[in-house]
C-alpha cells in the first residue's frame, strides 16, 4: 500500500472525524478513535462508512460493521 503521507495528515475518519492510521497487513486505514477499518484500493482510500469494518469483528457481515447500535427502541 502506498498511500501519500501527505495526504494520511489532512485525512480523518468519516465517522468520528479522528485521525487514520495504516495497516500494512490488512491494507487499511485504521481509525484511532472508533476503530473503523477503511480499505485502500489501487493506493486510493475508501472513507465510506458503508464500505468500513470493525477489525475485531471480522466474521461479522459488512452490513453488521457499518449498521448503527439503534437497538434502544
Known sequence: MNVDP???EI???PACRAGLAVNEDTSELLCTGCGLAFPV???IPVLLVDEARRPDD???SDETA???DDQGE
Open 66 to 68: 457499518a449498521r448503527p
Open 58 to 60: 471480522e466474521s461479522a
Open 6 to 8: 501527505g495526504l494520511l
Open 11 to 13: 485525512l480523518v475518519c
Open 41 to 43: 484500493h489501487d493506493d
